[in-house]
């Protein structure tokens, strides 16, 4: 067919042939500076890798010599162009020169700070970028095999220069593999030369790469040792180590009012610890007391799994049971939902119908849509609370999605034959349109929808 023929693909285009497509693209180039440099790179490219690396070099250069605040718009361009140079450094240039490859993987990297200083990330596509062009450099440092100590020596001046925005934090545990021990240790020497504290996050991170768990657990004092984070991180390396003794031990001198607050942090390594020296009835305790005291489904979960048949039946009504009469009830409903067990979730929210803070619309908003089918009555009191939430507290912004909500609510009530002590849809409105007849934006809202005509409810 004709049409198919003028579709824009790499078959058509190659079909003007070469002459007509140089034609094409100088005319489509001129005044855009942009398309002109990747052209000039093609270019250089087809030449040679270093012609290719002289490019990109200079183009780096001009970028980190920049100033100017980059806005959105400047931003996208400009990552458009760096992720043309990643591409071929990574590609053309690592494969026929890689010492030069990983000299401008060094160069792209070490621009994120100046661009970081010129910019607003609040979308993070310039830290998506830079992540990437991160998890490419352990493949380019493989390739150019870099001296252990000038690769050491290359990564503490990054870490200590271009790491205000904290983009390079994953760098030691990414280039692990290509340093090696003998890297990582000219690496520690590097930062101790320069006075870096053992408990560094640096220093952890390369003791965490050597797999040396002693330096690790050596950076912290007995006292650091009593807050539960740090008790779980160390108990954490040991047991992968295999030293679930020691690792049980730290988490036993925890502090006992960490413990109330942290309880949870510390949990999942013992339940491992008593796990690997076959204590499993303790485990399985823990596990009991972490769903009680958190709610968590994913302990509940393991616990039940363990138990003989016919036992995890009459074990999860139970838990069931102790979900639906936990202190918190947003906590409550929030595990019913998830575990799930909407009968119950209903249940909870129509034992006290009133107490509902309809401010948490992140949990209601879900929580009414799953209940609505089966529940519409549990479901209609969500709703209820975020409209009343909206109005008590005049939340302009949620005017419209408080509109939705009390709409639900009408359609809803159409499916109510026993309201219980529950004002009617038809009260609830009217009670809403007398309180808050001032709500001029929220009722605008109101009168856009079609509401349902009021049936008995």
């Given amino acids: 067919m004709p049409a198919a023929r003028t579709t824009l693909n790499a078959r058509n285009l190659e079909a003007l042939g070469a002459a007509r497509l140089a034609e094409l693209l100088l005319e489509l180039?001129?005044?855009?500076?942009?398309?002109?440099?990747?052209?000039?790179?093609?270019?250089?490219?087809?030449?040679?890798?270093?012609?290719?690396?002289?490019?990109?070099?200079?183009?780096?250069?001009?970028?980190?010599?920049?100033?100017?605040?980059?806005?959105?718009?400047?931003?996208?361009?400009?990552?458009?162009?760096?992720?043309?140079?990643?591409?071929?450094?990574?590609?053309?240039?690592?494969?026929?020169?890689?010492?030069?490859?990983?000299?401008?993987?060094?160069?792209?990297?070490?621009?994120?700070?100046?661009?970081?200083?010129?910019?607003?990330?609040?979308?993070?596509?310039?830290?998506?970028?830079?992540q990437r062009v991160l998890e490419a450099l352990p493949a380019t440092m493989l390739a150019a095999r870099p001296a252990p100590e000038a690769a050491a020596e290359r990564i503490a001046e990054a870490l200590m220069e271009c790491n205000g925005y904290h983009q390079l934090d994953r760098l030691v545990g990414l280039l692990a593999e290509p340093l090696g021990r003998e890297g990582l240790e000219a690496l520690r020497g590097e930062f101790r030369a320069r006075g870096t504290p053992e408990r560094s996050a640096v220093m952890l991170a390369i003791a965490d790469a050597m797999g040396d768990v002693d330096a690790f657990a050596g950076s912290f004092s007995a006292e650091d040792l009593r807050r539960p984070s740090v008790a779980a991180a160390v108990a954490e390396r040991l047991l992968a180590a295999g030293r679930a003794e020691e690792a049980l031990a730290t988490l036993e001198g925890v502090d006992e009012e960490g413990l109330q607050w942290l309880g949870a942090v510390v949990r999942r390594p013992r339940i491992e610890a008593l796990e690997a020296l076959g204590r499993r009835q303790e485990a399985q305790g823990e596990r009991w007391q972490g769903f009680l005291e958190d709610l968590d489904a994913g302990l509940l979960r393991e616990y039940l799994r363990r138990l003989d048949d016919f036992e995890d039946v009459q074990a999860e009504e139970e838990a069931l049971d102790r979900a639906l009469a936990h202190e918190d009830p947003a906590e409550a409903l929030d595990f019913l939902l998830a575990w799930p067990d909407l009968r119950r979730a209903a249940e909870l929210v129509l034992r006290q119908p009133h107490?509902?803070?309809?401010?948490?619309?992140?949990?209601?908003?879900?929580?009414?849509?799953?209940?609505?089918?089966?529940?519409?009555?549990?479901?209609?009191?969500?709703?209820r609370a975020m409209v009343s939430f909206a109005l008590e507290h005049s939340r302009p912004k949620r005017y419209p999605y408080a509109a939705q909500h009390l709409l639900r609510c009408a359609q809803l009530a159409q499916r109510i034959d026993h309201w219980h002590d529950l004002p009617t849809h038809q009260e609830f409105e009217d009670d809403l349109r007398v309180r808050f007849w001032r709500r001029i934006g929220f009722w605008q809202e109101v009168d856009g929808l079609q509401m349902p005509s009021h049936g008995p409810g």
């Fill in 29 to 130: 180039s001129q005044g855009n500076a942009a398309a002109k440099r990747r052209l000039r790179l093609a270019l250089a490219e087809g030449r040679s890798a270093e012609e290719a690396a002289q490019e990109v070099r200079k183009r780096l250069r001009t970028i980190d010599q920049a100033s100017t605040f980059l806005d959105a718009a400047k931003r996208r361009t400009l990552l458009t162009e760096l992720e043309g140079h990643l591409a071929t450094v990574t590609g053309s240039i690592r494969t026929e020169a890689p010492a030069i490859a990983h000299e401008l993987h060094w160069q792209l990297l070490e621009l994120s700070e100046g661009l970081f200083d010129r910019s607003h990330d609040g979308s993070g596509s310039l830290s998506d970028f830079f």
């Fill in 355 to 383: 107490r509902w803070n309809g401010e948490a619309y992140g949990l209601y908003g879900p929580a009414a849509e799953q209940l609505e089918a089966g529940h519409p009555l549990a479901a209609t009191v969500l709703l």
